[in-house]
């Protein structure tokens, strides 16, 4: 049985924020499809859109990304995409340009996975704040309007399987290294550990995270990851919930290369979690990136009476 919504939804619903649609749809999911034991979650990232209305061309990094949707969709038990930030390229001095390149990357989504979709096989679609999706305007640095307005929350809880399952959308900062707070970081763990208290008292999760922590090989991208102070924050979240973290999704990291991004780029010892480079840090639209294949994860879920246990990791390319 397909995971895809199985119940006609309301079209003005698509006038929403995005990732209010994408609750939306995983709660109609879960009403319509609780017998179906096998599902996978895609990840995917660092698209970094740069086409504006008045600047198209072809392959650009945002038909590349529709083509990617297209490839994702065959898969009829995707429960759930998940973007893990960077969307877009983003203008470092026109957050007016900013918030049209997210605007359109929106649409294109849309279309992609909505709109050109039948009513009973839509695939929800959720997104995380990257670095690059910031407004940078000269007069209000690292602003999260754009993304708030179109997007939602910048971190936030989002139930996947009702009951057994949620993700964690942690926002990282605004800079290669994260927040230049530790204060700022802090807010938004606690914001949601309080979601966690408040609203998911049994379930387990997934954690997606832009920026790595500088962690095992991670360590070796100081300048893409964590900083020390940030990363023993996230390390003191990370071990408080040890036992009820499956794995964790990130990105960021455009020049690591592996054989295999499908396999964990380290594995937190307490608690065994695995931290996966979502397609070895996504890819960019430029020279230095151009003849990279866009790729993204999928994780692959069987439900084993109420409790999801990750199976495997395979890419989609």
């Known amino acids: ?12 619903l698509f006038k929403k924020k995005v990732n209010y649609i994408g609750k939306k749809l995983l709660e109609n999911n879960n009403d319509y499809n609780m017998n179906n034991n096998f599902f996978s979650i895609v990840f995917i990232s660092d698209t970094h859109s740069e ?26 038990e995707v429960c759930c995409i998940i973007h893990g930030g960077d969307a877009i390229q983003g203008f470092t001095n026109n957050s007016k ?18 709109e050109q979709m039948e009513p009973t096989k839509l695939i929800p679609f959720v997104m995380n ?7 940078y305007d000269g007069k209000r640095d690292h602003s999260s309007d754009n993304f708030n307005d179109l997007v939602g929350e910048n971190s936030d809880l989002i139930m996947l399987k009702k009951n057994s399952l949620d993700i ?8 290669h290294n994260g927040f230049v707070n530790i204060n700022s970081f802090k807010k938004e763990i606690n914001s949601v550990e309080k979601k966690i208290k408040k609203e998911h008292k049994k379930v387990l999760f997934l954690l997606d995270m832009h920026i790595p922590p ?25 071990n408080k919930y040890q036992n009820r973290i499956i794995a964790i999704s990130t990105h960021h990291i455009h020049n690591f290369r592996s054989e295999d991004s499908a396999l964990p780029i380290y594995i937190h010892p307490q608690g065994n979690i695995p931290i996966y480079l979502t397609s070895n840090g996504g890819q960019k639209d430029s020279s230095k990136h151009s003849k990279i294949q866009y790729k993204c994860l999928k994780m692959n879920f069987e439900m084993n009476e109420n409790t999801p246990i990750l199976k495997d990791v395979a890419e989609i390319k």
Do not use: W
């Not at 504006?52 to 083509?67: A, D, F, G, P, V």
């Not at 340009?97 to 909505?114: G, V």
């Not at 964690?168 to 800079?175: A, F, R, S």
């Not at 900083?227 to 990370?238: G, P």
């Open 214 to 238: 500088q962690l095992g090989e991670l360590s070796k991208y100081s300048n893409h990851t964590l900083n020390s102070q940030l990363t023993n924050e996230f390390v003191r979240f990370l």
């Open 129 to 135: 704040i990257g670095n690059h999706d910031y407004c």
């Open 1 to 12: 049985m397909s995971s895809h919504s199985s119940n006609i939804v309301n079209a003005s």
């Open 51 to 76: 086409q504006l209305t008045e600047n198209k061309r072809k392959n650009s990094s945002l038909e590349q990304y529709c083509m990617l949707l297209k490839k994702v969709k065959v898969h009829p």
């Open 97 to 114: 340009k900013s918030n049209l390149q997210l605007k359109q990357f929106i649409a294109a989504t849309k279309l992609e996975l909505y």
């Open 168 to 175: 964690i959308l942690l926002e990282t900062g605004d800079t």
